[in-house]
């Protein structure tokens, strides 16, 4: 019965997901926002650390997003997910079904794509956009012209990358756009080393290790520094990291050591994974 399975799975996704889409959800977190505008006037903002939850991020993604989105405001609305798998489970798919945002969703397999264009065909909010799927390999070589060439650019709210593999170069890469905030994921299993997995336009994971590929977070957060942004946050395992550029909320949101994100005891048991390829080929970051 496994083929009935996976055909309601395919054409009930919403029904699936009815909690997560449910009002109420979208009605607590605007409340929260609110709770979180208030706190920012009387000067009296919580911990980023205790604002993470999960509706639809891999993570605590999406609390952490929305605590940050009511301290600098909502501004576009905008989101561009690289490697977005079904765009169901990501980043911004909170923000897409509950806040109305618009974006694009970069995904190679035309399968997910496929999958995700029919869930969010599916939802009864006819006044919000519907995200634009965009099938691509996401290289550093074609990122700005795919951006381009799909109507973003320059100030925008939100980019996310998890691509398993050149996350560190892509971002790198990317020119047309400054978006106010990025979640990208690193390789917590690196620990402190400052190291960067040398780049492979046709790197596809696992690849030769499957931890052979990324940048660790020390390695990630000097290019956010380079490219204008400061480490605000991260999920509890330290996997998806979050920058703020540095020309937003200055004196209520500081930056944090990026080795503090490793706290976790199963990320401090991961990095006895790197001892397997730790005399492989890597660059400094």
């Known amino acids: 019965m496994s083929w009935l399975k996976?055909?309601?799975?395919?054409?009930?996704?919403?029904?699936?997901?009815?909690?997560?889409?449910?009002?109420?959800?979208?009605?607590?977190?605007?409340?929260?926002?609110?709770?979180?505008?208030?706190?920012?006037?009387n000067g009296q903002l919580p911990d980023i650390r205790t604002t993470g939850f999960k509706v639809f991020s891999q993570f605590e993604e999406d609390g952490i997003l929305l605590y940050l989105f009511s301290v600098i405001g909502e501004g576009s609305k905008t989101f561009i997910e690289i490697g977005a798998n079904d765009g169901i489970n990501s980043n911004c798919s909170n923000l897409a079904i509950?806040?109305?945002?618009?974006?694009?969703?970069?995904e190679g397999d035309a399968k997910l794509i496929k999958r995700g264009r029919k869930f969010f065909s599916k939802l009864p909010t006819p006044y919000?956009?519907?995200?634009?799927?965009?099938q691509a390999i996401i290289t550093r070589e074609n990122i700005n012209e795919l951006i381009s060439s799909n109507?973003?650019?320059?100030?925008?709210?939100?980019?996310?990358?998890?691509i398993d593999g050149n996350d560190y170069w892509v971002w790198d890469a990317i020119e047309v756009i400054q978006p106010k905030v990025v979640v990208i994921e690193t390789h917590t299993e690196f620990g402190i080393h400052n190291i960067v997995v040398p780049?492979?336009?046709?790197?596809?994971?696992?690849?030769?290790?499957?931890?052979?590929?990324?940048?660790?977070?020390?390695?990630?957060?000097?290019?956010?520094?380079?490219?204008?942004y400061r480490l605000v946050a991260a999920s509890d395992l330290g996997i998806n990291q979050i920058f703020l550029r540095n020309d937003l909320a200055v004196n209520e949101i500081p930056a944090i050591d990026p080795a503090s994100t490793l706290w976790h005891p199963q990320t401090i048991a991961g990095f006895k994974q790197f001892e397997a390829i730790k005399d492989w080929e890597y660059l400094e970051g």
């Open 199 to 228: 780049y492979d336009p046709t790197y596809m994971y696992p690849g030769k290790h499957p931890i052979y590929h990324g940048a660790s977070v020390i390695a990630m957060n000097k290019l956010a520094i380079k490219k204008g």
């Open 6 to 41: 996976n055909t309601i799975k395919y054409y009930l996704n919403p029904w699936l997901y009815r909690n997560q889409l449910a009002p109420a959800v979208g009605i607590q977190q605007r409340q929260l926002m609110q709770h979180y505008l208030v706190c920012q006037k």
């Open 98 to 106: 509950h806040f109305g945002w618009s974006g694009l969703f970069f």
């Open 151 to 162: 109507g973003l650019k320059e100030d925008m709210e939100l980019l996310s990358i998890d």
């Open 128 to 134: 919000h956009p519907k995200p634009i799927y965009v």
